[in-house]
């Protein structure tokens, strides 16, 4: 797609949906998995979420230009991790329409198919503070019924499991290289929020394993502004690599 002159590319679209999902949050530690929820969030602390909290990964907080700004050791990630002052984007093996993440395994629990990354922080996470999902190949291997093992608790296992769980849970988006979607539903299953220019709901439809919600006339992921286009292109990914992750 072109925004005025200049053509925009898929990549590009979905950093500038990552980048959304830090808008308004304030000063929280951002931590994004990922190049292109890495790209977003760099890209949402340059413009409209200047309060955002960077880190290199390790135990420095870091600026706009990844000089160190302070200290940030492991005891004090996990007291912001526990109290909701941290948003994660997180990856998903298989996400179902309640927002259960698995990244644990495939298949049956007591004889996988094969075997993932397992579940290391994703329970922490999810009930600790606000979790968003990237998908860089959204797919009907991905967008699942029901999960096979839930690593990322979802609404409903959060409900279930009652006001404990539900505390500080919250899944404020999850973007594919289809679209952008919430848990805006009264049951808190999933929704469609945008679809990026050039897919089609058929596209979204065959490539998701459970009915999602869509209005009528579905919305377009916003146009990217000839400043962050600038920033993303010259500045944060000047190599071009998230292309690599997302095609055209």
Known sequence: MTTGTVRVSRAEYCVIACAEAWRDNGEVLASPMGLIPSVGARLARRTFSPDLLL????????????????????????????GGRRHVMMGASQIDRFGNQNISCIGDWAQPARQLLGVRGAPVNTLNNPVSYWVPKHSTRVFVPKVDMISGVGYDSAAAAGPSATRYHRIPRVVSDLGVFDFATPDHSMRVVSLHPGVSVEQVREATAFELTMSAEVAHTREPTPEELRLIREVIDPDGLRDREVGP
């Open 55 to 82: 880190t290199d990964g390790e135990a420095m907080l870091v600026g706009l230009d990844g000089e160190p700004e302070g200290w940030l050791p492991y005891r004090r990630h996990l007291a912001m991790v526990t």
